[in-house]
């Protein structure tokens, strides 16, 4: 009766053993341990026909030392990932079996010592730098791009991207356990990234309008962790160290008794818990106040600072906001800050 073909351990170490019984595929094999590369950069570093090199990148590929991957029309290869088996220095050799072969475990722990013994050594002088100039090569073509593309680069990132994928990420920051406050939600032009970084999300404000178009916005998002709630900021409806941020952004404006908001934004802190504002600068523009209905002429930094220390926070620290520039008939409007500060923890003196 016929038995059907195997192939054994001893099979495929033999198979790549003659993979690299040949100088040029034991050169390509230096070069695609250290990088990546496409057919074209190994015939430049090579100085080998191209005919040539793809004859020995099949041969390597069938004997399983390369992977590869495709961007756009060019292939680049590189050195398989060879992973260690059961049997390897860090575990007890293999005991050898009756016949004294070696166990199927060990096929991958050839490939591992011969691929190691290729990385140690050292690679020809030419081939050295003939792969130094192409991946230099490399960088000064990615450099002359954004040389040619300068001030562009904005444009064609936020066309590819949009613009809040970076603050996005800046959210990552911080912990992902945390209950956050959006406080003037308006909106809810926060609600999607805050819900998607933060376990809880609390979002007030004093407009039952706004209010539905932030559920709304909330809902499109997916956002099933915010929490809604309607309330005037001077007597927000969140309890005593329920939150471990909270935001008010260009809201305090719109707050007749500012220092009272500031009090119930630390009230609702937990000690060690952070608040941000970012408000309008003090202005004169008559045409914004009156278009936006405010019922203050903006902020001096400086000022608020002292506000925000007179509520009980500490750390209170002032960073200027740069406006992206928009489209030509943007309404002109006053300069942005920030104010970050902390609920400061309980004193510890007197106990014990």
């Known amino acids: ?15 790549a053993l003659r993979a690299l019984g040949d100088d040029a595929r034991q050169g390509i094999m230096q070069l695609l341990i250290k990088e990546e590369l496409s057919v074209t950069e190994l015939v430049e570093i090579l100085k080998l026909p191209q005919s040539t090199v793809s004859r020995h990148l099949k041969v390597l590929r069938d004997a399983e030392w390369l992977a590869d991957r495709r961007i756009g029309t060019a292939t680049l290869y590189r050195a398989a990932a060879i ?25 991958s722990d050839v490939r591992q010592v011969l691929q190691t013994w290729l990385a140690a050594q050292p690679l020809a002088k030419a081939l050295a730098s003939r792969l130094e100039r192409v991946l230099q090569r490399r960088t000064d073509e ?42 003037g939600t308006g909106t809810g032009f926060l609600l999607p990234s805050l819900a998607a970084r933060f376990e809880r999300v609390i979002a007030v404000d004093a ?35 329920a939150c471990d941020a909270a935001i008010a952004c260009l809201v305090l404006h719109h707050v007749a008794k500012p220092q009272e908001a500031l009090s119930e934004l630390h009230r609702i802190l937990r000690p060690g818990g952070r608040a941000l504002i970012v408000e309008q600068r003090a202005h004169e523009n008559q045409v914004f106040y009156e278009t936006m209905q405010d019922l203050w002429w903006g902020f001096d930094a400086t000022g608020l600072t002292e506000q925000m220390s007179a509520a009980g926070f500490a750390d209170v620290s002032i960073m200027p906001l740069h406006r992206r520039e928009t489209a030509s008939g943007r309404m002109e409007a006053p300069d942005l800050f920030a ?13 014990g």
Do not use: H, Y
């Open 1 to 15: 009766m016929a038995t059907l073909a195997t192939t054994t351990p001893a099979d495929s170490n033999a198979e």
């Open 83 to 107: 992973s260690p088996s059961a049997s390897s220095p860090a575990s007890p050799s293999p005991s050898p079996s009756a016949s004294g072969a070696q166990s199927p475990s060990t096929a």
């Open 339 to 351: 104010i970050s500060a902390t609920k400061s923890e309980p004193s510890m003196q007197g106990v």
């Open 207 to 241: 407009s039952p309008a706004m209010l539905g178009c932030a559920k709304r916005r909330a809902a499109d998002a997916g956002a099933t962790n915010v929490e809604f709630q309607q309330g005037d900021l001077g007597k927000l409806p969140i309890g005593d160290g």
């Open 142 to 183: 990615s450099s002359g791009f954004f040389d040619r593309l300068g001030s562009r680069w904005d444009q064609l990132r936020s066309a590819a991207f949009g613009d809040a994928f970076a603050f996005e990420a800046m959210l990552g920051l911080l912990p992902r356990e945390w209950t956050v406050a959006d406080i």
